[in-house]
């Protein structure tokens, strides 16, 4: 027993050993700053789309953000909640974190003794030369504990756990980008058919005002005072009209389909009254801060430098595999010849064996493992370095959008008051016998494109700003000033959600 308790002292020493290389972050292969200048340098205020005054994010950053301050539109709010609540990818990123969950524990029980209660009838029969036993075949009847326990000398089996708790942060991470990701989603596709609803209703108005100039046009032509060319003119643009009124209302009903797709239920009945989409009031003042902010902003690159420790830990484990395995198994019990005599006094029995297996010739095996856990550790490396530049370009690509969408608006209201004006003056000029029915066909198509474009324009901007506020990292929180959960704790609208497990591997996944 002495020299048990020497071997599990320089065990428990050992332990916190393992051969996993040093982890050095990789450099971001970013600039240390976002593009400035040009349509960088016209970044808004809290301003709305029409330049008038919004509500501010104050210098907060996106994280501190809550979604439902981001949104004021409580319908898109109760949207959000119910997909919280509801979506079936969400769930299944749910149900990935407990499955990583229950893989890492499942990996860290091999650090601990396997203690097991064992029962055995071995029926043995000898050559009579060797006979030694009154009867043969006799029985031997055994009853006891069985224990056995790999010491980790070379911290193949830590290795092996911290691989496994690494994956499992990084399903947290993932969790977490898909629970963000799924709040920009609904308020994209929201916003898309609000923007569907506007493009039906001017080609509803454009119909109308094509009709009635193709009436006069027809009475004019059937007294004889038109001609069949402006009688064509006017039949094609109400034909125009009537065909982009069936596509968009046909976008419109796919949008919807979207959008319950996303909230994971039919819209419901009940939902409270929401803003036109010239009315959505959204944040446009967030700060971007520094690239390197999104290191510990972007729950997707954090899953990335899991993924890498995880690959990193491996080769911990493929290096311990060219060294002795070291096992203990011991068993203590009753062994007797008659079922009845096994706990009788002088019935007592036990073993104790220590194991070592040296790997000699393992046709390359475990050179090849090596080979190919460094090999993935590379890959890995590859992949978090691509996801910082994956982040950095989104927040600039919104960072310019922003910088140019409010300008562009602008321009196009006034250019939609000019041609609104433009076929006015046309139809009167028409009317009163001036020109022919060409300006007016040639003013209403300009502004009909001038108010589709106008539209198109509100929808971009409002989906970067949703899309920029993603790529902050925002999207976690419900309200501003809340703590944020963990990332592998689910979300609980509705008490929809699996509740969490009541024991979680003890590293912080937030």
Not at 1 to 29: F, Q
Not at 134 to 144: E, F, I, L, Q, R
Not at 235 to 260: D, F, P, S, Y
Not at 451 to 479: C, F, K, M, P
Request: net charge negative; glycine share 8%.
């Amino acid at each position: 027993m002495h020299k048990l308790s020497v071997i599990a002292g320089a065990a428990a020493l050992l332990a916190g050993c393992t051969m996993a290389p040093w982890y050095h972050r990789p450099e971001a292969p970013v600039s240390q700053t976002f593009p400035q200048g040009g349509v960088y340098a016209t970044q808004p205020g809290a301003t709305d789309g029409n330049g008038q005054a919004g509500h501010s994010a104050n210098g907060a950053n996106a994280t501190e953000i809550g979604w439902r301050d981001f949104f004021v539109d409580q319908r898109l709010q109760q949207l959000v909640t119910i997909a919280l609540k509801n979506n079936r990818d969400l769930r299944v990123s749910v149900l990935n974190v407990e499955a990583a969950r229950a893989q890492y524990q499942i990996t860290r029980a091999d650090l601990f003794p396997a203690i097991n209660g064992v029962g055995t009838d071995t029926r043995t029969r000898v050559p009579k030369s060797l006979q030694t036993a009154a009867n043969n075949p006799y029985s031997v009847y055994n009853v006891g504990l069985q224990a056995s326990w790999e010491i980790d000398f070379w911290g193949r089996v830590r290795s092996l756990k911290d691989q496994a708790l690494a994956q499992y942060l990084s399903t947290a991470q993932a969790r977490k980008a898909a629970e963000i990701s799924l709040v920009s989603q609904v308020a994209d596709q929201y916003l898309t058919m609000l923007s569907d609803d506007d493009l039906v209703k001017v080609t509803q108005e454009t119909l109308k005002t094509a009709q009635d100039s193709y009436n006069i046009t027809k009475a004019q032509f059937d007294t004889g005072t038109g001609t069949e060319l402006d009688l064509r003119q006017a039949q094609t643009v109400v034909e125009n009209a009537q065909a982009n009124l069936q596509a968009q209302m046909r976008a419109r009903a796919q949008a919807e389909n979207a959008l319950v797709l996303l909230i994971g239920e039919p819209l419901p009945a009940d939902l409270p009254q929401g803003l036109p989409l010239d009315g959505q009031n959204l944040l446009a003042d967030i700060p971007a801060g520094l690239p390197s902010d999104l290191l510990t902003r972007r729950p997707d690159i954090m899953e990335a430098e899991e993924t890498l420790l995880a690959a990193n830990a491996n080769i911990g484990a493929a290096r311990a595999a060219f060294f002795p395995k070291i096992s203990l198994t011991a068993a203590f019990g009753t062994e007797s010849l008659s079922l009845g005599g096994l706990f009788k006094a002088g019935t007592a029995a036990w073993s104790f064996v220590p194991q070592v297996t040296l790997p000699i010739f393992e046709g390359g095996s475990n050179i090849a493992n090596l080979q190919l856990a460094n090999v993935q550790k590379r890959i890995e490396i590859a992949n978090y370095e691509k996801a910082i530049q994956s982040a950095f370009r989104e927040v600039a690509d919104g960072l310019a959008a922003r910088g140019t969408y409010d300008q562009q608006i602008g321009a196009l209201e006034r250019s939609t008051f000019a041609s609104q004006r433009s076929l006015d003056l046309s139809e009167l000029r028409y009317k009163n016998g001036v020109d022919s029915y060409l300006p007016v066909l040639t003013a209403q198509t300009t502004l009909y494109t001038s108010q589709t474009s106008l539209i198109t324009a509100r929808l971009a901007r409002l989906t970067n700003l949703v899309d920029l506020y993603r790529a902050l990292g925002g999207g976690w929180i419900e309200h501003a000033g809340e703590t944020p959960r963990p990332a592998d704790e689910p979300v609980d609208y509705g008490a929809a959600s699996a509740p969490a497990a009541a024991s979680a591997p003890a590293a912080s996944a937030g």
